[in-house]
């Protein structure tokens, strides 16, 4: 079985033209259907990169309000010593054979 897309120049048949920009603007995948069977899907080639916007100083202030927010409300040392038993808990019983 071939393994690599065989590429099919789209340029001349509008209605192919149409439905690959209509899945590429909305990234989302549309099925081809024949007598109610779907006989093949048409899926966008690359997701749409979210852009970032920068923090603003009210994203930098509500970050910096949460630290130090355990102080205070937890044993710290009691949790590092949970936190390493739990670690050898085994995960599942064994199976008996």
Do not use: C, Y
């Not at 259907?33 to 202030?61: F, H, W």
């Amino acid at each position: 079985m071939n393994k690599e897309a065989t590429h099919i120049d789209i340029t001349s048949s509008l209605e192919l033209a149409r439905l690959a920009e209509e899945v590429h603007a909305s990234m989302q995948p549309r099925s081809l259907q024949r007598d109610g069977e779907t006989i093949a899907v048409v899926m966008p080639v690359a997701s749409k990169k979210r852009t970032k916007r920068p923090p603003t100083p009210e994203d930098r202030a509500a970050a910096l309000s949460v630290f130090g927010a355990w102080d205070g409300n937890v044993d710290v040392d009691r949790l590092k010593a949970d936190l390493e038993a739990s670690r050898h808990i085994p995960p599942r019983p064994a199976p008996e054979l």
